[in-house]
């Protein structure tokens, strides 16, 4: 739905509402006009069910009103006197219809100075329950939100199993896009994650334009963020079914990697090294880069065990020349060199010159690799570049896709919404993400760019860590917990602090703190 729509629908529930309330109003003491002009109308209606005036907002806040609109609807039938079980649900499940019936057929009284709080247990539960979820979601929306790490691509920084706080406020919290969807679940209701069963927990044809509240920050080059895969079109994370789905922007499934490029950027790979704007890329000191490495012992047994765990190597095999492959930093790797009954220990680059159909841009023009890749540019909003045959391939998906225009190739001639263009102007900012683990990650070396409404947060706190369950070593749960990560830190330098220690006793103030304030007011 564009604004347009949007504001034929919102003046529409307007002269709904008008229609099925003014004679309650004037039974209220109000006037009958009062019932039709939009906002006022609602703050006026906040005064006549008892209700605080900042209820109006959270009207207009997208997947919030979901829950609020039903809030209003229960509490104006309990204003006129319907505190039976059977009149709350007449209002929910006629979505509000039912106060149109005693608007016009019953005549009710206003009860203006009624009890606010619920006769039943289950109304008093429900009630609980509902702000409960409220107040959740804001935070969810708006605020911080709850992410694991799933893959490796980013081990070494952040490892799988890993529980993050990511803070949708340092870029900018985007508005829900698509406002008709249940609170606090992605794409597919996970009760529903079975294969042939898969239910949406979002309407896809409804649609909000996409919006951003204003950032504390830009995204910043190696800054690790959360954003929504730009090319998902599967059901749900780790989906096997080769079902392709289209999703809106912010039910795409969520990645995290490292930004290594920004916009106006001018990124190559070499030999498996990072270059911008022809200098190579310098990490913060948490980022460790890993490469898989060829270790060659002549043919001798060699018992990597305790290796492997001091440096917690999560990958590798063995090849069938006899050589193992394992992933490891250039620490790591080191160190192993030092080894005397290993011979040699290789790095795995795949040189440049060999075409790649995987690698983005996917044209033979460009035979690059995931060592060697680029240079390429990283388009700025504003910027204009030119079009033609070399740099189609590079900008085809964000003219058609992430920027929605209608683009024609006829030979070498190129029609955007019907006008012959030779040059396209950016509408919005890109960026270019990669994995640390740099032969195990799936990232923008494949898929290409991250568009600017695709960002969703900024990792800030891992609150708890815990290890895959490894039938090979079989630990206890409290033994696979990582204590040494628990509310620990995502970004700065360092060794990571916990603080496992201030966070807990945070927790048991504001527990005591709560529970002391309800026995006072119960007194």
């Known amino acids: 739905m564009n604004l347009t729509q949007w504001f034929i629908f919102f003046l529409l529930i307007q002269v709904i509402h008008f229609i099925g309330t003014w004679k309650l109003y004037q039974k209220a003491g109000r006037q009958a006009w009062e019932a039709i002009l939009p906002i006022y109308n609602a703050y006026i209606l906040t005064k006549i069910i008892n209700r605080p005036w900042w209820w109006v907002i959270l009207l207009f806040i997208p997947v919030i009103n979901l829950m609020m609109f039903p809030a209003f609807w229960v509490e104006t039938v309990r204003s006129f006197g319907k505190e039976k079980s059977i009149h709350v649900l007449l209002a929910v499940f006629t979505l509000g219809f039912y106060i149109l019936y005693l608007n016009y057929f019953e005549d009710v009284k206003h009860q203006e100075k009624r009890q606010l709080r619920a006769f039943t247990k289950i109304g008093i539960f429900v009630t609980d329950v509902v702000f409960a979820v409220i107040a959740a979601t804001i935070v969810h929306n708006y605020f911080i939100r709850p992410y694991t790490i799933p893959t490796s691509s980013l081990e070494k920084s952040l490892l799988i199993g890993d529980y993050l706080f990511v803070s949708k406020f340092h870029y900018g919290a985007r508005i829900p896009m698509t406002p008709l969807a249940l609170p606090m679940v992605h794409d597919t209701l996970p009760i529903s994650r079975k294969r042939g069963l898969v239910f949406k927990s979002y309407v896809k044809d409804v649609s909000l334009p996409y ?230 990650s799936e990232d923008a070396r494949f898929w290409g760019y991250v568009p600017q409404d695709h960002i969703v947060g900024k990792p800030i706190f891992i609150w708890f860590s815990i290890e895959k369950k490894d039938p090979r070593n079989p630990k206890s749960l409290f033994q696979r917990i990582r204590k040494e990560r628990v509310f620990t830190t995502v970004n700065g330098s360092g060794e990571p602090k916990s603080y496992l220690i201030p966070s807990v006793i945070g927790i048991v103030l504001i527990w005591g703190f709560s529970a002391w304030r309800k026995r006072r007011k119960q007194n």
């Not at 490495?293 to 001798?300: E, F, M, S």
């Not at 033979?364 to 540019?377: E, R, S």
Request: proline share 5%; glycine share 6%; hydrophobic share 30%.
């Open 211 to 440: 919006m951003r509240l204003p950032a504390l920050q830009k995204v910043k080059r190696n800054d690790i963020v959360v954003f929504n895969w730009p090319v998902d079109t599967v059901r749900y994370f780790f989906d096997t079914s080769n079902i392709h789905v289209y999703k809106p922007i912010d039910k795409k499934s969520n990645y995290v990697k490292r930004c290594v490029a920004i916009p106006g950027d001018s990124l190559a790979i070499k030999n498996g090294y990072v270059y911008i704007n022809g200098e190579r890329t310098k990490l913060p000191d948490r980022a460790k880069t890993q490469y898989y490495y060829y270790i060659d012992t002549g043919g001798k047994r060699l018992n990597l065990q305790r290796f492997i765990d001091e440096y917690h190597i999560t990958e590798g095999g063995q090849l069938a020349d006899g050589r193992l492959m394992l992933n490891l930093t250039e620490e790591a790797a080191a160190y192993l060199k030092t080894v005397k009954s290993i011979k040699s220990i290789t790095r795995k680059i795949d040189t440049a010159g060999v075409y790649n159909s995987r690698v983005f841009p996917h044209d033979p023009q460009y035979p690059w690799t995931v060592d060697n890749f680029g240079p390429i540019y990283i388009p700025k909003k504003g910027a204009e570049v030119a079009l033609n045959s070399q740099s189609m391939p590079f900008y085809k998906r964000i003219i058609e896709t992430y920027e929605n225009n209608d683009l024609t190739i006829d030979g070498d001639t190129y029609y955007i919404n019907g006008e012959e263009v030779d040059t396209y102007t950016f509408k919005q900012n890109y960026y270019w993400m990669m994995g640390d683990n740099r032969h195990n």
